[in-house]
């Protein structure tokens, strides 16, 4: 099975620390995504990857930054983290095709104090 | 991109069909028609996707209008773990290789309760 793993599942964090939340997938797949998921606002895309080093901004990146050095892994940079961005976070993967489901991570519940 | 609307929710007994409704009104002949659920902390799942025709597989089975305006995601004898919200969302395969037109955007979906 394809797995999307995500290197924490809860995080406590402080105003202003920097944060990296860590995204590791194992079938080659070119596409990764990573969401936000707050309750009433569904899931939110912040940014995704279609290749190595490649970025694309989805509907919410103000605040974030991400980083792709690695096919396997995408990582997602809170720079400077803040109370609103207390939420869940989503990793997926995929290949590049529309035909071919998203395979996500379980999630990382980050609070920021 | 193309939206989707379902009921906010639905209930079900267990052990019974329940058929999970979506429209699609503005689809455009390149869209895919995908289905995730997701269950009670946990990050989506992949259910099933189609295009015209209708589409079977272990987990559900995905009816779709002929003109492909509506579809329907049918879970043939619902139990307590079918419990979740069930998302129904349009990806464009024209979207090959990276660009706008190859991501999910996730409406609310639809709460799937299943009584004992």
């Known amino acids: 099975d394809v797995k999307v793993t995500q290197s924490s599942r809860y995080l406590v964090k402080r105003t202003g620390e920097k944060v990296f939340l860590e995204c590791v997938q194992d079938?080659?797949?070119?596409?990764m995504f990573w969401y936000r998921q707050d309750p009433g606002l569904g899931l939110r895309l912040i940014y995704f990857?279609?290749?190595?080093?490649?970025?694309e901004k989805g509907d919410i990146p103000e605040g974030y930054s991400v980083s792709r050095e690695k096919k396997e892994r995408f990582s997602l940079i809170l720079e400077s983290a803040s109370t609103n961005q207390t939420s869940m976070y989503l990793c997926a993967s995929s290949i590049g095709r529309a035909n071919y489901g998203y395979t996500f991570g379980s999630g990382t519940r980050l609070t920021v104090v | 991109d193309a939206k989707t609307t379902q009921p906010n929710s639905m209930e079900s007994n267990e052990e019974e069909p329940v058929h999970l409704p979506c429209n699609h009104s503005t689809i455009s002949g390149t869209d895919y028609i995908h289905w995730y659920r997701q269950l009670p902390s946990q990050g989506p799942e992949y259910v099933i996707h189609g295009l015209t025709s209708n589409v079977n597989n272990r987990m559900a089975s995905l009816a779709i209008a002929e003109d492909r305006k509506s579809s329907t995601l049918i879970l043939h004898r619902a139990t307590l773990r079918d419990a979740a919200v069930y998302y129904c969302i349009l990806r464009d395969f024209l979207g090959n290789y990276g660009g706008a037109t190859n991501k999910l955007i996730f409406g609310t979906g639809t709460l799937l309760a299943v009584q004992p």
């Open positions: 990857s279609y290749d190595v080093k490649m970025k």
């Open positions: 079938m080659d797949h070119e596409n």
